[in-house]
């Protein structure tokens, strides 16, 4: 029997090696011949089908060896080599030298986003579990090294919000993995732990974080209207990327000329201002400009855990309340009586009768800011241009127009293909206008419904997770001094 699976192997590895070989050893048509074999002979048998089969396989693997190794070294030479010589000049004009992408471009990108995921998950450990505000804190000038100074500030979650909005209204434009990592962590995260990529991750809210010194309360209402700020941000940033605008969050990006150490004065004094208002007013562009964080709030609104105050009960001492420089610690709100339904069935009506009113209102401005928004393409400016200069509204032309029409492109073409944006730039801001409307509606919904709270706690929606609470938390202190350990803040008792 093992005579004759050794032949079989024999047979099999002829064939593998790619040659139509008959195998040196057949097995024997009556198979009880090879059970008659005594032990003696059988193992000599076995070692010579054996001795046959090396010396008939060998030359087959050889060969294929050798092939494989050939055709490496063509390719690997083609590769090298030009597929197409280069023309000769007679004026002496000499071909520029190749430029080939750097090997450590992927490589970067890959360690991004293990750094960005590594983060993630230090920031939601240190705000859930060790409730520590020293180790956020050493997060945070961390960020501010690596994304910030050492990656120049790219790619950053906050733009990536436009390659893929580019990517779902653009089939020509392929989205890197990398940008699509660091758009959907933060996201991932806030729904599961809150918004710990504001606490301690984002360089940009990061280089704020560290340069507040006295923060000042700002009046709640104040707050709530500068709040629908990042809302029209987040809609221009997606009309502009779907319409092939530019990416607008990046242009005005407050921050990054700090992080290149270079770019345009504006940008600089605009980055410079917002420094120093957020010495007073703790960060500005993260609470009142932030597009992204929109979406990072709506997660954070449903995330399955979320930073607590208070490790058991809440002795409403309003430490908390005083420590938060971003408003976002919600008082307790005691029950004083029920309210007559009659009263809050009136008002809940008059405000879903006013939400069409506000839809309307959003539609009606989106439509008339149709030319503003629809100038921002390049294709149109260009249009618009070219036709003033034809109706002799302006004397000279301009670089781009100049080489427009040495171009030989008919005018009909530009004028339709800036229409059609035109058109798109249109429906786009009327849909903008009505969200922006259906959202002010909804806000002022929630606004009045009157939520019943006991203790003081954090709201899910604007807290950034940045465990500065926690370390004036009494009952934090009693926690931390029974568990053997010693906390990281000192608390005045009021």
Known sequence: MRGERTARRTGAGVLFAGFNVRPAVRPPADL??????TSSEAPNSVKGAENEAKSTRTPGLCCVLTLTIVVVIVACATASAERFPQPEFDSGYQMPAQAHPS???NAWEYLDVAVLAGALVTASYLALKWRRRKGMFALTVFSIVYFGFWRRGCICPVGSLQNVVLALTDPGYTLPLSALAFFVLPLGFALYCGRTFCAGV????????????????MPRWLSHALGTIPYLYLGLAVLFAAGGAGFVICRYDPFVSFFRMSGELSRLVMGGVLLVLGMFVARPYCRFLCPYGVLLGWMSRFSKRHLTITPDECVKCRLCEDSCPFDAIRKPVEDEGPEPRAAGVRRLGMLLLLIPVFVAAGVLAGGWAEGALSRAHPKVRLSE???????GEVPDGTTESETFRQMKTPLSALHEEAENIWKRFLAGGRTLGGLLGLAFGLNLIGLSVRWKRFDYEPDRGACLSCARCISYCPREHVRVKEQGGTSDGVFRVP
């Open 385 to 391: 241009r070219i036709a003033r200069e034809d109706a």
């Open 32 to 37: 009880s011949s090879c059970r008659a074999k």
């Open 103 to 105: 090997a450590w471009g």
């Open 202 to 217: 984002c360089p940009l809210g990061a280089i704020q974080d560290v340069v507040v010194v006295k923060p000042v309360r």
